[in-house]
């Protein structure tokens, strides 16, 4: 018998088994998932980063000539 790994779950910290049979890993549902995924999209988390612009703050259509 192998040996299980326990993590939490990002969301709500429920103990959850991690392996490859967990179809929401490292979550514990589809639920906390979604959440995660609405919090990434409204910006309510994000990486930090080292540089002053965010690629989209310094981005422009038209090209300089």
Same mark, same amino acid.
């Given at each position: 018998?192998? #040996?299980?790994?326990?993590?939490?779950?990002?969301?709500? /910290?429920?103990?959850?088994?991690?392996?490859?049979?967990?179809?929401?890993?490292?979550?514990?549902?589809?639920?906390?998932?979604?959440? @995660?995924? /609405?919090?990434?999209?409204?910006?309510?988390?994000?990486?930090?980063?080292? /540089? @002053?612009?965010?690629?989209?703050? /310094?981005?422009?259509?038209?090209? #300089?000539?």
């Amino acid at each position: 018998m192998s #040996e299980e790994t326990i993590v939490n779950c990002p969301g709500c /910290g429920k103990a959850v088994i991690w392996n490859e049979s967990s179809p929401y890993r490292p979550f514990c549902s589809k639920r906390c998932q979604l959440i @995660d995924l /609405g919090e990434w999209a409204a910006e309510e988390k994000r990486i930090p980063s080292s /540089g @002053d612009l965010s690629e989209s703050e /310094g981005w422009s259509e038209e090209q #300089e000539r």
